[in-house]
């Protein structure tokens, strides 16, 4: 079994300020965590991804991505926001070696917004 | 990179008629996609499987006999909304990984509108 928590369904930051979206997860098996973004009437484009390697994931648009084994956490930051950040944001696991090849299991989703 | 496309992008049918979306890998061959389901301001929730040659797999609570899904060819793969209602409208998302272990592409979502 496998579930993505992602605390806070809005998060609002001003243009240059840091971003923090958080997600925590549950998994049976060793997990792969993934970060999606979503435009307005959008499918979702991959941000990153975390597949057992290297703990800190560098993504695309400046985020990165750090997996905590101990906190079961997979937070998304990224150090200055820009305008065009503003989306919503889903993290994202799926049980590797499992049965359930490719059936991710979404978070909530986090709105982002960008103040000027 | 590998691209998935979804056809169309919105739709708007009346009660009773059975809409289809397609889903095509553009750039690489898919024997699995997925389809998944989106409310408003809610996540995505996977509906099926859809494997190439053989019988989609239908997550639990999902009508089989309600979303039909045909995997014909390995770029190709349609989910049908049989007899359509009001509570069908949402938005509906394909998408497909290059191989396995890798992350999933997904199409850009079609917007279905039952009047």
């Known amino acids: 079994a496998q579930s993505v928590t992602q605390l806070g369904s809005h998060v609002s930051v001003s243009e240059g300020a840091l971003v923090l979206l958080r997600c925590n997860y549950s998994?049976?098996?060793?997990?792969?965590l993934f970060w999606y973004v979503q435009y307005p009437n959008q499918g979702l484009q991959l941000l990153l991804k975390?597949?057992?390697?290297?703990?800190l994931v560098k993504g695309i648009n400046g985020f990165e991505a750090e997996f905590k084994k101990s906190e079961t956490s997979f937070h998304l930051t990224k150090p200055s926001a820009h305008m065009s950040d503003a989306a919503e944001y889903f993290c994202?696991?799926?049980?590797?070696?499992?049965?359930?090849?490719?059936?991710?299991?979404f978070g909530q989703g986090t709105i982002l917004t960008v103040h000027p | 990179g590998a691209v998935v496309s979804q056809h169309p992008s919105w739709v708007i049918c009346k009660s009773g008629t059975s809409v289809k979306i397609e889903c095509r890998s553009l750039?690489?061959?898919?024997?699995?996609m997925f389809w998944y389901r989106q409310f408003p301001k809610q996540s995505l929730m996977l509906m099926a499987t859809?494997?190439?040659?053989?019988?989609?797999?239908?997550e639990q609570g999902v009508e089989k006999d309600k979303f039909l899904i045909n995997h014909a060819s390995l770029t190709l793969s349609t989910l049908t909304v049989t007899s359509a209602h009001p509570e069908d409208s949402s938005f509906y998302i394909c998408?497909?990984?290059?191989?396995?272990?890798?992350?999933?592409?997904f199409g850009n979502g079609t917007r279905l509108t039952v009047t």
């Open positions: 975390y597949t057992s390697a290297a703990t």
């Open positions: 994202a696991v799926w049980g590797a070696g499992g049965t359930s090849y490719g059936k991710l299991t």
């Open positions: 750039d690489f061959q898919a024997t699995t």
């Open positions: 998408s497909a990984s290059l191989f396995y272990n890798s992350p999933l592409h």
């Open positions: 859809s494997n190439e040659g053989s019988k989609a797999t239908y």
């Open positions: 998994s049976s098996v060793p997990p792969y």
